[in-house]
């Protein structure tokens, strides 16, 4: 069992910078997959990155690749996404979420067990 709780959300204008974190509690984290989802009002929730347990392997959107870059600390049990250059069109809620079977489909929502409650990004024009 984990909790997920992300932070770092807020109001930016087009072209700044966010940096949003998900803690975890629990002694499991280290072992957990780990990604980042989104969701705009009125559309399903989304994909945008993942991370394997280790922090070796990292996967992305296109649309947020080379603009968001996502990292752990497990030593703080602390996952993180970097998000610069960002657009009106990565307002949205970002979640958390975690997967304690590493699944090869990291893109697929049902493949996480753990989800955090959501923090509001909006990126002003």
């Known amino acids: 069992q984990v909790q997920l709780v992300e932070s770092g959300g807020g109001l930016v204008q087009a072209g700044g910078s966010l940096r949003l974190s998900c803690a975890a509690s629990?002694?499991?984290?280290?072992?957990?997959?780990m990604a980042w989802f989104r969701q705009a009002p009125g559309k399903e929730r989304e994909f945008v990155a993942a991370?394997?347990?280790?922090?070796?392997?990292?996967y992305y959107a296109d649309s947020v690749k080379g603009r968001f870059t996502i990292s752990r600390d497990n030593a703080k049990n602390t996952m993180y996404l970097q998000m610069n250059s960002l657009k009106p069109e990565d307002t949205a809620v970002y979640y958390c979420?975690?997967?304690?079977?590493?699944?090869?489909?990291?893109?697929?929502?049902?493949?996480?067990?753990?989800w955090g409650q959501g923090t509001q990004v909006t990126v002003s024009s």
């Open positions: 979420a975690a997967d304690p079977r590493g699944s090869s489909r990291y893109f697929v929502l049902g493949e996480y067990d753990y």
């Open positions: 991370i394997s347990w280790s922090g070796g392997s990292t």
């Open positions: 629990g002694r499991t984290f280290s072992s957990y997959a």
